[in-house]
């Protein structure tokens, strides 16, 4: 009996390694070990820390079979009290073998039993009972088996070659639900860390307030979407979650981005207060050359005339979001006008830095300042490279990173032409290019409506920047809808 236990141990312990759901793997263990106890009945516990949680029943003559995540065994949990012999075990972290209950009334209180052989007419008799220990020796459950069987189907006490069988079963399983427990629990650890980084990030700059949290959730939307659908591009449980942690960690390089850059609302930025000072120099120096009797009053009422409009126009250009030609080159010859400083120097209007960011045709960025601004994915690459990730997310890095990748080769930072764009980052691209478009939280620009949105993405198709079948699913998918 022994070798071929053994044997039969060794295959379930393999069983037990390959199980990832823990209720699948609790039904399991108590299977096999009434398999190979050939026993009628069965009962595994959980223990919460307080008391015994009846998780799975069965009892193969009666038909009965109830527990697990979808079907609660509704009794009370067993109180830690060793009256009760499974909680003794438990508590003395003993298996326990007893050929008759009737026959051990003083020992242990075996109401239950007895209440529920009342009830339904069954004969509880033998029951081996055996703690489920960690390799911690921690209990995390105990092994109920009821009513041992011989070859004519009679009840007989449990043979003691099998407790040795039995308690090394149980040590294999509670090691294998520790070990679930603990890649959860890691799993959870990494799912948090994420997202105290993704708020971190958005949390920098109120541009960028619900930035990620918006892209996940459209993503989330999008792939419930294609799996109602049934499509043939629809991600499973695992793939999900890597694609979605690619979408957390995907700006996370923007921590080390200035908030200079990050908060530029305007083209002059925080060059605005500088400039604003200038023009309130240059009026009170036109008042006081007036006041020296150096320049008439008609004279001094053109150049403030001048300065206004010269203020206005470049006020108005630093916030406007397209600049063209006419305006660009207005704004030129006002920033090359000049007037003597109090040093008796002869100064521009703007400085040369500043007339080059007065000079974004669109956008509020030089292009220095978009250099350092599009670094942020070089970063995210560099962060990302230094988490030891676990093998089912081991895309995520080049996922998070080539996010502004484009089809034609014309994105960045590596110019990656379209057989080299996975899927799941041409997704990435569409749902962060939707969501800067339609963020509410943008003061330097207004929310664009969804429909002009998906014109603007549509327009990228066509120049090849996007891909074309994706964007069509998600603008089916409504997936930005509450």
């Known amino acids: 009996m022994n070798e071929i236990k053994t044997d039969k141990l060794l295959e379930i312990g393999i069983a037990l390694s390959r199980e990832k759901d823990d209720d699948r793997l609790l039904g399991l263990i108590l299977h096999e070990a009434m398999e190979m106890t050939s026993c009628d009945g069965g009962t ?3 223990y919460d820390g307080e008391s015994l949680r009846f998780h799975i029943m069965i009892t193969k003559s009666m038909n009965y079979y109830t527990g697990g995540k979808n079907d609660p065994v509704d009794l009370p949990p067993v109180p830690m009290r060793r009256s009760h012999v499974c909680a003794c075990s438990a508590m003395e972290k003993k298996l326990i073998n007893i050929p008759d209950v009737y026959a051990h009334t003083e020992e242990y209180d075996f109401s239950g039993p007895k209440n ?3 009830m339904t007419g069954y004969r509880t008799q033998s029951m081996l009972v055996v703690p489920m220990e ?3 020796g921690d209990v995390i459950g105990v092994l109920q088996l009821i009513n041992a069987k011989d070859g004519e189907n009679q009840t007989i006490p449990f043979e003691q070659g099998y407790e040795k069988v039995i308690s090394s079963l149980a040590s294999q399983a509670a090691i294998c639900l520790t070990n679930m427990k603990h890649s959860r629990e890691i799993m959870e650890l990494l799912d948090s860390f994420v997202r105290v980084m993704s708020t971190a990030i958005d949390a920098r700059t109120p541009y960028n307030a619900n930035h990620t949290k918006n892209m996940v959730r459209y993503g989330g939307k999008f792939l419930q979407y294609l799996r109602d659908l049934n499509h043939e591009w629809q991600l499973d449980e695992q793939q999900e979650k890597e694609f979605l942690m690619s979408v957390w960690l995907h700006d996370i390089g923007k921590l080390v981005i200035p908030l200079g850059v990050m908060d530029k609302e305007t083209r002059l930025g925080n060059r605005l207060s500088e400039v ?3 023009f309130e120099k240059m009026t009170l120096l036109a008042e006081l050359s007036h006041a020296k009797g150096e320049i008439t009053v008609e004279e001094l009422q053109t150049k403030l005339t001048l300065l206004q409009e010269g203020r206005e126009a470049i006020l108005g250009a630093n916030r406007a979001g397209f600049l063209p030609d006419e305006t660009m080159k207005q704004v030129q010859e006002i920033a090359l006008r000049t007037y003597i400083d109090t040093d008796g120097t002869k100064k521009t209007w703007l400085t040369e830095e500043e007339l080059t960011c007065m000079m974004i045709r669109k956008g509020t ?7 350092i601004m599009q670094s942020h994915v070089e970063m995210t690459e560099k962060f990302l490279n230094e988490v030891h990730f676990p093998k089912q997310f081991s895309n995520v890095t080049r996922w998070a990173s080539s996010h502004h990748e484009l089809l034609n080769g014309k994105g960045y930072p590596r110019q990656l032409g379209q057989d080299d ?5 041409r997704l990435l691209s569409i749902l962060d290019i939707f969501d800067a478009l339609t963020a509410r939280d943008r003061p330097y620009k207004p929310p664009m409506p969804v429909e002009k949105a998906l014109v603007v ?15 069509t699913l998600f603008a089916n998918s409504k997936a930005w809808e509450e």
Do not use: C, P, Q
């Open 457 to 471: 993405l549509a327009d990228m198709v066509k120049f090849g920047e996007l891909d074309g079948d994706i964007l």
């Open 421 to 425: 764009i996975e899927k799941e980052v």
């Open 116 to 118: 529920y052989d009342a």
């Open 134 to 136: 960690d390799e911690h």
């Open 365 to 371: 960025l030089s292009d220095e300042e978009r250099k």
């Open 276 to 278: 604003e000072h200038r």
């Open 44 to 46: 595994l516990y959980i």
